[in-house]
């Protein structure tokens, strides 16, 4: 199994663009995450969804973030416009239970 | 809001020695998880505990969920360089499901040669 799969790894933009983070589940989990990870917040979550439908959208800091999951192998969380207190890592994981896999991250630079 | 805390936030120890990581929960848990993130890479899952008072172990690392289920250790014998990371534990989020955490902001060890 190849895990959860996130691209692209490292995105540097400037501040005003559309940024779009990609997520690949692994497959048969049911359940995915977005997470966002700072050295001031730590991990936060933003969204989680199961079975392809967004349950808990609580942690979304603001109407620039949103997020799909159109089916059940793939998700997408898009920011714009984009605004350097983005910059973060920000981590899927999916699950079938309590254990999350957690994939590689994706380093966004907002400039 | 439900917080989970971590003490402490750095941890330096000198290879051989032992370490320990302690997290509390303003509120009562189900259960508990431990996830450790290696230097520039991702939360990965070491463990649940479930029940009250529940003792579990990995090979060096011994787990421990308190008897009120508001709190939980981490202990590592003899630590080794491999044992570098930050460990995170996590607890389901209060008034959502079990599948929604939240996470302590970890313990950072760094462990010298």
């Known amino acids: 199994d190849a895990g959860v799969i996130q691209s692209p790894r490292h995105e540097v933009t400037e501040m005003g663009q559309e940024v779009t983070l990609r997520c690949k589940p692994i497959?048969?989990?049911?359940?995915l995450f977005w997470y966002r990870q700072t050295m001031m917040r730590g991990l936060e979550l933003l969204i989680y969804?199961?079975?392809?439908?967004?349950?808990?959208d609580s942690g979304m800091p603001e109407d620039r973030f949103s997020a799909k999951m159109p089916n059940a192998s793939f998700s997408t969380l898009k920011i714009q416009p984009s605004e350097p207190r983005d910059s973060a890592v920000y981590f899927c994981?999916?699950?079938?239970?309590?254990?999350?896999?957690f994939g590689p991250g994706t380093r966004l630079t907002v400039t | 809001g439900q917080q989970v805390m971590q003490i402490p936030q750095y941890q330096h120890v000198q290879e051989g020695e032992d370490f320990t990581t302690y997290c509390n929960s303003s509120?009562?848990?189900?259960?508990i998880q431990w996830y450790k993130q290696r230097p520039g890479g991702h939360p990965v899952f070491l463990i649940q505990?479930?029940?009250?008072?529940e003792v579990k172990k990995q090979k060096r690392l011994t787990f421990q969920f308190g008897e009120a289920k508001k709190n939980s250790s981490l202990h590592i014998t003899a630590t080794q360089t491999t044992d570098v990371g930050t460990y995170f534990c996590?607890?389901?989020?209060?008034?959502?499901?079990?599948?929604?955490?939240?996470f302590g902001k970890g313990t950072l060890l760094t462990v010298n040669p």
């Open positions: 969804f199961n079975n392809n439908v967004p349950i808990d």
């Open positions: 497959s048969g989990h049911n359940s």
């Open positions: 505990l479930v029940k009250s008072g």
């Open positions: 994981a999916s699950s079938t239970g309590y254990e999350q896999y």
């Open positions: 509120t009562t848990l189900s259960n």
């Open positions: 996590a607890g389901p989020s209060s008034g959502g499901s079990n599948y929604k955490l939240t």
